[in-house]
């Protein structure tokens, strides 16, 4: 006859009650895309294809002698796109 063993409980702010929750959204994330290679395909291969697209389109306004402004903003929006992409691709896998 075994005896129940008590349930574990650890307090909810504790820092090792968050890290157990963290790590459970982080397994269940990865089981999910663990089903759809595709999925993780499309969530490497789009912000890759961005940078290199905005990285010669940056590199030819160099070489046309274009402000650093509007470089700078340029690189703000290739940041806001490769950021959006990313987080679309991640959040469509999990619907």
Sequence with gaps: MTTPRPSLTLPPLSFAARRTRVLGVVR???????RS???????????TVELVLWGF???????QK?????SFLLGAVLLWQVLQKASNEISVSFR
């Design 28 to 34: 269940r994330d990865f089981a999910a895309l663990r």
């Design 66 to 70: 274009v402000p650093f402004v509007v």
């Design 57 to 63: 389109v940056t590199l030819f306004l160099q070489a």
């Design 37 to 47: 290679p595709v999925r993780m395909f499309e969530i490497l291969f789009w912000p």
